[in-house]
């Protein structure tokens, strides 16, 4: 969970698909990809931020680029991977990848650029050290790009 830098050291959890998330081809909607890089997303944050740390600062996404390669169909789960990128200001960018246990190569990948708020202003803030502590990821240079 923390030092999550690389698809090695990535937050991970197991996902299977509802009825909903399957369309009229019988995989999973390509939306879906998109929720569960968010949910994902969200569950890291929720998992090494402390209270006081989700109540100060709130994150929205100011981009999203996805490759999907292989369709989950109706029984198959998969294992979602997130792991953080470079950090510029009050962005970081965030990996997701998405695919069958055992898999070569991932069902979905996605590549998030997150912005931190203020959760009071509204304002964009820099990504501090406090969070970066609190993902792992202090002292990890290159991560940071200023």
């Not at 569950?43 to 709130?58: D, P």
């Amino acid at each position: 969970m923390r030092g999550c830098v690389s698809f090695d050291t990535a937050f991970a959890c197991e996902i299977a698909p509802e009825t909903a998330d399957f369309d009229e081809l019988g995989h999973v909607n390509n939306a879906v990809y998109l929720k569960w890089a968010q949910q994902i997303a969200v569950a890291h944050w929720g998992a090494v931020a402390t209270a006081k740390m989700k109540s100060k600062w709130l994150w929205i996404v100011l981009r999203h680029e996805i490759d999907y390669r292989d369709a989950i169909l109706p029984g198959d789960t998969v294992i979602a991977r997130t792991w953080l990128g470079k950090v510029d200001g009050p962005r970081f960018d965030r990996f997701v990848d998405i695919r069958k246990p055992g898999a070569e190569r991932p069902a979905a990948a996605v590549k998030s650029t997150w912005v931190l708020i203020d959760a009071q202003t509204r304002r964009p803030k820099r990504v501090g050290n406090e969070i970066l502590a609190a993902f792992g990821v202090e002292g990890y240079s290159a991560l940071r790009t200023d």
